[in-house]
């Protein structure tokens, strides 16, 4: 998303291309993994019906969120993406969920066999994850940007998968036979396309690039139209709250990656929720906090149980400057939503960032509650090595940054901080055991084999 990744993100993408993984150069835009609750949950409930009518298993599959300004979507074995460029483009939640059934018409199809072969490379995708407004905040710590490019890099070749026209069509009724078992209508599938049929007519190197991977004619909409047309729930339309969702959906993108534009975009004197709502976000990101904490107040009173409220008030505070105010907006949207790992984690950095041993020590498991959740938030663990810091824990803090360097795909660092911590961890004890599996797993060197030779340690892994 922002310029310091872009540089990085090429590195790495030049590095699959001579791998022989991917056929063009296509995916090389900037990208960035966004990590956003209340999004995801909006994205899950508009991609669970086609899934589950896909006999797949919502629970299985990973809803990831691509911060770029491309048309794209994909589906590959346990993990989805969505571009935030096709959000923004979608204008009704059914056009979305037209993309989704097609993508996973692909994937039942056997079209991406290409995930495949990444895999058996051994790429494997390294999730960073961060809110939303984090991100700016890591564009400052290489090696976590180079974490996220190779991700990113990840995702972007798999949304540049190229298919034929044959395969199009196939995937096209395959995604109207999905719509229609999950009680949905095809029309936004046939109406997405059919908004950049314009992109027909340009040469291949103006077109989105979803447009030169997923080829339209006019022909294929033609056919398309006709198909969702016959079908049983062509007539059904968006139910009020997902409409009101994706309208959501739309304004905290729009107040995050268009801040100028959204200030403008939402009318001052709109009163509707996605509106004050974006103008809040736009304000934060244009670091004018009071303007987008009093708007936000006025939000909260109107929606006093809404956790993503309590989330925005709480990393506004804490970002400028106001650690010790955040904590109540924080306990509170985790309160309201225990479940979410990535709130926890919100109110772990704000509680390990005060000066008071016993709010760190809570700050800490708060951390560790997140990682019981999602073991590889490698956000989460760079904050509980922090505060392993802080509290002079030395091998449990180089344990944590091993544990940080294995999640963004660091091996070399992974490797070097695990054997630090074995040194100052008790032989045997849990953590002694852990920093050995991290250095077997992370492609040790013949003296740190040589080493663990000698200290006779066990090679059996305890997770
Ligand atoms: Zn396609």
């Known amino acids: 998303m922002k310029s310091p990744f872009r540089s990085v993100s090429r590195l790495v993408l030049s590095a699959v291309v001579a ?65 935030t460029g096709l959000i923004l483009e979608t204008k009704n939640p059914n056009e979305l969920q037209g993309v989704l059934a ?8 056997g079209h991406s066999a290409r995930s495949g072969e990444m895999n058996a490379a051994g790429m494997k995708p390294f999730l960073l994850t961060m809110g939303l407004g984090i991100l700016a905040a890591i564009a400052g710590a290489p090696d976590a940007a180079a974490g996220l490019a190779s991700s990113a890099g990840y995702f972007g070749t798999l949304g540049a998968i190229g298919f034929s026209r044959e395969q199009e069509s196939r995937a096209d009724q395959a995604g109207a036979t999905l719509l229609d078992k999950a009680g949905l209508s095809g029309e936004g599938l046939a109406e997405f396309f059919d908004n950049f049929r314009y992109q027909e007519v340009f040469a291949e190197a103006r077109r989105y690039a979803y447009f030169r991977t997923h080829p339209i004619s006019s022909d294929r909409i033609e056919a398309l139209r006709s198909r969702v047309a016959k079908l049983p729930n062509y007539d059904k339309v968006d139910s009020p709250q997902a409409m009101a969702e994706h309208a959501i959906m739309r304004a905290k993108l729009d107040g995050f990656i268009n801040p100028g534009v959204a200030i403008t ?160 961890l008790g032989k045997g004890t849990p953590e002694w055991r852990r920093a050995t599996d991290i250095v077997l797993v992370a492609q040790p060197t013949r003296e740190d084999l040589r080493r663990l030779g000698r200290e006779g340690s066990s090679l059996t892994h305890t997770h």
């Open 19 to 83: 791998g022989g993984l991917l056929a063009s150069a296509q995916a090389a835009d900037a990208q960035s993994l966004i990590r956003d609750t209340e999004i995801e949950e909006i994205l899950h409930r508009d991609a669970d019906p086609i899934l589950r009518a896909a006999n797949i298993d919502p629970k299985d599959v990973q809803i990831v969120l691509i911060g770029s300004k491309d048309l794209n979507a994909f589906a590959a074995p346990r993990v989805m993406g969505v571009f």
């Open 102 to 109: 097609h993508e996973t018409g692909h994937l039942a199809a």
């Open 265 to 424: 975009k939402y009318d001052e004197k709109a009163k509707d929720y996605p509106s004050r709502y974006a103008r809040a976000i736009a304000y934060y990101q244009l670091k004018e906090p009071e303007r987008a904490l009093k708007l936000i107040e006025a939000l909260l009173a109107e929606q006093p149980d809404n956790p993503y409220l309590w989330e925005l008030k709480g990393q506004i505070l804490f970002e400028f400057g106001r650690a010790p105010e955040a904590e109540a907006p924080q306990r509170k949207s985790v309160s309201l939503k225990p479940d979410a790992p990535l709130l926890r984690i919100n109110l772990g950095q704000t509680l390990i960032a005060l000066e008071d041993k016993q709010k760190v020590l809570e700050g800490i498991d708060e951390l560790k509650k997140s990682l019981l959740r999602e073991e590889d938030n490698a956000v989460a663990w760079r904050l509980l090595a922090e505060a392993y810091d802080k509290l002079d824990q030395d091998g449990l803090a180089r344990l944590a940054t091993a544990e940080y360097n294995f999640n963004i795909g660091d091996m070399r660092q992974a490797r070097v901080f695990a054997m630090r911590a074995r040194e100052m």
